[in-house]
């Protein structure tokens, strides 16, 4: 830990502000602010300019120049609100010298609208950092590849003498990038939760255990960063815990960094999670398009998106006939949880959880995701569903593109009709007075390698009741009354202080815990569980009991609260693996994860399998979670009762497919060869065959294969050929394949696919000069044909480059147009392309896996497999695939008809 007792130990540690700068708070008088020039573009999106729900309201609370570019925001106990920073991201490194900042803004007169702000810190080392998160007098700040700690001893919300700096965990890998380390949230269990991106991590937590989580995406090095380790080299390795972890991930861990916990991974680059005060813990993630997602972290869940073994992406995974968004999350494999809400392309950002405040008990339950990439802010009233949830979205706050803005806005700036797609909502937090307030990073270009605002701008917006008048609850943090006020602020991390000093409290607590337990509002009665959970024998007491009540929701929180606090896990799980909630149950099932294996964890398990519908998938991989390394144990008791393959139940099938065992291949060779059964079932049998790692599941498959007259037989040949250099590599499936004439290596023709050559000299044509032309979506429908090769355009097109259906609605048209004359300007996450260089000639496209064969996707949407044997040389082309708009016949005419086609309702 840094101390820092002077200003020169103050410049030692990278702090570049003086002291007396980073106290002085910035304050802008209405009279101050500079007359702006005729031909400003305006610096915010106008509140008339909203759609957001009846009876709300949405009003400016802090706009710049009070802060710059928000990447995350978080709320303090008076209600201040704190910002991160990024003027420096992506290309824009460098913007400023004295690296971003960590914005205090206040509304000192309440009157709704703050007026004042101060830099709380400022470093060279921070560089669009993509979390802060203020727990009492902590500042926690995400800066890859630190996790630091900021302790404003003296709480003036100063970073001064005094104050200390510890970077509490360090290893995460991708500086100024996007998929690396987020913000930090306090559960209910008192933990902090944090996230991370799929750049890959490398850290070691307080108590020794070092976590390695790797995956076949390999980042960029960005402006201001650097590397520091190849993602692919550590994909599927184990981290110290026993278990295998890839790509983006979510852990807890003690206050202390001590006991790291990940309790979900695989994702692509989760922004940030929430956690109610159930325990439930919600997400967004990102996509390689079309297929982002909100959705809920099942405990140590595996959201799919790179292979079990680290080492392929979804799209070396792709099978015959599935669509990208269940390839993307893998939702046909077992062992991977359900994906959730899949809404297609976006940028998702931001995401909080509402449970109480101003917005009155209709909107308890929110859960508000921000969706940058399509102007939006999605609500979801979340509603248990099984042993998972439904999760229906709406538009909760977005810009009405049918209300296209053309004249000034109230900064004198003019616009072309496109301000709408300026709002980038980064971030959405839920303030200490309980009203919504929503983080605009404002600008023309979201996500990708760049930022179009020079100006540095940010709005934060308030949304609240009509007539709303905020009021912030203060409390005395000596006295229980006053901590009871902290655990029920409508603040996420604030309410951190009144468990922490509840708990502190002891015996003294429980009475004041147990009236909370009463009230009507579920989530304030399942803080008081949680806390009283862990105040010993005393509190336990009053937890307990509510393992036999009559409310589902009651129950699960007690069972929660009381694994959590390590009370009888057994004996409570053994009492409740029958219960009557399928949320239950999953818990249950869940904690048997990293039990030992024994008769009566088995029992248990065996218990929960029972409760099986044979439909409900997050249950069911709640049960594969919890018979890690027991699956041989559970499938042997299972199975006496589950008769001869063919009449095995549905819900048995489905739990041989996710257990995996390799005791199970003789059923399920039998189920697939039996023409008694349907073809779904058949082929449900042959799946689960291919993810086991076993030669018996292997010669299985060669058997199916080769029968006469099963109906998947090419999906049986795909399978063994996707398996041949992975998971049964060492089972004589190349050599079996060779024999039959399926796949003889030596045989592959192999067909060039060189790009068109790169042009010669930049294009003369302008996005200016397109840009005075008023667009024909009609004749943009029809000159847009040319790019059907590489795109998908609503139903038309080659799945090889990103999707475009979405892209013109989310951005402005200078950017669309952009895209179209510089397309390697900016090319999208995962379709950077490679020359394959083999002797027959080289082909240029996408290489999906360079494992043996190599796989590799080229223009038109052409895949070709290829034997590593033929394949000299696999090198980044460095540009786009993409014709040069001369080369298309375009010109400023059809560039504008173009983007006026994609900013349309595509159907």
Known sequence: MQHLPSSSRLRRAGLVATLATVIAPFAIAEDAKPAPAADAKPTMVPTDMFSIPEGMEITVWATSPLFSNPTNIDVDRDGDIWVAEGVNYRGKFGRRKEGDRIMVLSDSDGDGKADKSHVFVQEEFLIAPLGVSVIDNKIIVAMTPDMIVYTDVNRNKVFDQGDTREVLLTGFNGRNHDHSLHSTTVGPDGLWYFNAGNCGSVFTDKSGKTFRVGSPYNPQKMPGGELLFKSSDIGGEKSDDGHVYLGGFTARMNADGTNVQIIGHNYRNSYEQTVTSVGDVFQNDNDDPPCCRVANILEYGNAGFASRDGKRSWQADLRPGQSKPIAHWRSEDPGTMPPGDV????????????????????????????????????????????????????????????????????????????????????????????????????????????TLDDGITGTIYRIAPKGFKPTNPKFDEKTIDGLITALKSPAINVRAIGFNGLKAQGDKAIPALVALQGDANAYLAARATWLLAQLGPAGVAKVAPQLKDKDDGKRLVAYRALRRANVDVLKMATAMAADASAGVRREVALT???????????????????????????????????????????????????GAPEAWSDAFAWIAWRLGSPEAVPGLKARALSAALTGPQRKLAMDALAFIQDKSAADAMIDIAGAQGFPHKSMATWWLINRLNNEWKDFGVREALKASGVYDPEKVVIQPMPAPPAPTEPSKLLASEALKLTGNAAAGQTRIAVCYTCHVIGKTGADFGPDLTMFGKTQPKDVVIDAIINPSKDISHGYDASTVVTEAGNIDGIVLSSADPVIVKSMGGLVQTIPKSKVKEIKKLGRSLMFGPEMMGLDHQALADIAAYLASDIK
């Not at 999760?391 to 803005?405: A, H, M, P, Q």
């Not at 990293?594 to 409760?611: E, H, M, R």
């Not at 594969?624 to 042997?636: D, F, Q």
């Open 592 to 642: 048997m994860r990293d039990l030992p294996v024994g008769s009566d964890t088995v029992a248990i398990l065996a218990q929960v399998a029972k409760g099986f519908d044979g439909k409900d998938r997050a249950y069911l991989d709640a049960l594969g979670i919890g018979a890690t390394n027991k699956t041989k144990e559970l499938y042997a008791v299972l199975a006496k009762d589950a």
């Open 343 to 450: 809404y297609g392309g976006g940028s998702p950002t931001g995401i909080v959880y509402y449970e109480n405040g101003a917005l009155g008990d209709k909107w308890s339950g929110l859960l508000l995701s921000c969706e940058p990439g399509r102007n939006v802010v999605f609500g979801y009233l979340p509603k248990p569903d099984g042993a998972g949830f439904k999760l229906d979205r709406t538009d909760w706050v977005n810009t009405n593109s049918e209300r296209k803005f053309t004249g000034s806005d109230f900064t004198g700036g003019k616009w072309d009709g496109q301000l709408h797609t300026q709002f980038r909502p980064s971030d959405v937090s839920v303030g200490a007075d309980g009203a919504i307030y929503i983080a605009d990073w404002f600008d023309g270009r979201v996500g990708g390698h760049q």
